[in-house]
T-cell receptor, first 112, second 110 residues
Framework: AQSVTQLGSHVSVSEGALVLLRCNYSSSVPPYLFWYVQYPNQGLQLLLKYTSAATLVKGINGFEAEFKKSETSFHLTKPSAHMSDAAEYFC??????????FGKGTRLSVIA | DAMVIQNPRYQVTQFGKPVTLSCSQTLNHNVMYWYQQKSSQAPKLLFHYYDKDFNNEADTPDNFQSRRPNTSFCFLDIRSPGLGDAAMYLCATESAYEQYFGPGTRLTVT
C-alpha cells in the first residue's frame, strides 16, 4: 500500500526566506503525487501535481516540487515566503485507481 | 464559479440528534468523496462513490451513512452524533486523479 511521510509537523520561516516542506512517499509502482494547501476553516486547494510527466512541477502561488525517484521524495519549495503562505500543507499520493492517501500535514508559519 | 458547494458551512447539532450535511457539484464528475477532518489532522476518508458504485472505508462508523441521488448531489447522514463526531467534513470530486474540494462544513455537537 502507498503512503506518504511529511517531515516536520510545523515549519517556521521568515518572510522572504526559502520555504522547504518535505514529503517522502512509499509506493510499489510509480505514483501520482500532490501538494494541497488548506487555510483555516477552508477546504483543500491543489497547489501542484506530479503525474509522470516532467519531474519538476510548477504550481500556483510560486510553489514548485521536484519528483526524485531515487530518493522517493517530492519536496515542496518556494524561493521567497510571503505572509499569505501561512497555512497547512498536505502531501498526498495515489496509484490512480485508489483514493488519495494524505500525509499528516505541515503547518507553515511565516514571521514578519 | 463555485464548483463544489457544501451547505451549511457551519452546523450545530445536539448530542444524538440526526444531522445531514449536503454537497453539490457543477463539475459533472463521477467520483465523489466524503472526508472527516479533526483539528490539526489530515482528512480521513469516510466514503467514496465511483458513479453510483458506493464504497465505505472499513473503519467508518456505522453511525455514518451517505446517499447520492444523482451525479450532482451527495449527502452525509450522521444518525446519532456524539461529541467525538465534531469535526470539519469535506466533500470532494475527482477527475484525472485530481481532487476538487468544497469549503467544508464544520460540525459542532453540543
Amino acid at each position: 500500500a502507498q503512503s506518504v511521510t511529511q517531515l516536520g509537523s510545523h515549519v517556521s520561516v521568515s518572510e522572504g526566506a526559502l520555504v522547504l516542506l518535505r514529503c517522502n512517499y512509499s509506493s510499489s509502482v510509480p505514483p501520482y503525487l500532490f501538494w494541497y494547501v488548506q487555510y483555516p476553516n477552508q477546504g483543500l486547494q491543489l497547489l501542484l501535481k506530479y503525474t509522470s510527466a516532467a519531474t519538476l512541477v510548477k504550481g500556483i502561488n510560486g510553489f514548485e516540487a521536484e519528483f526524485k525517484k531515487s530518493e522517493t521524495s517530492f519536496h515542496l519549495t518556494k524561493p521567497s515566503a510571503h505572509m499569505s503562505d501561512a497555512a497547512e500543507y498536505f502531501c498526498a499520493v495515489t496509484l490512480g485507481n485508489t483514493p488519495l492517501v494524505f500525509g499528516k500535514g505541515t503547518r507553515l508559519s511565516v514571521i514578519a | 464559479d463555485a464548483m463544489v458547494i457544501q451547505n451549511p458551512r457551519y452546523q450545530v447539532t445536539q448530542f444524538g440528534k440526526p444531522v445531514t450535511l449536503s454537497c453539490s457539484q457543477t463539475l459533472n464528475h463521477n467520483v465523489m468523496y466524503w472526508y472527516q477532518q479533526k483539528s490539526s489532522q489530515a482528512p480521513k476518508l469516510l466514503f467514496h462513490y465511483y458513479d453510483k458504485d458506493f464504497n465505505n472505508e472499513a473503519d467508518t462508523p456505522d453511525n455514518f451513512q451517505s446517499r447520492r441521488p444523482n451525479t450532482s448531489f451527495c449527502f452525509l447522514d450522521i444518525r446519532s452524533p456524539g461529541l467525538g463526531d465534531a469535526a470539519m467534513y469535506l466533500c470532494a470530486t475527482e477527475s484525472a486523479y485530481e481532487q476538487y474540494f468544497g469549503p467544508g462544513t464544520r460540525l459542532t455537537v453540543t
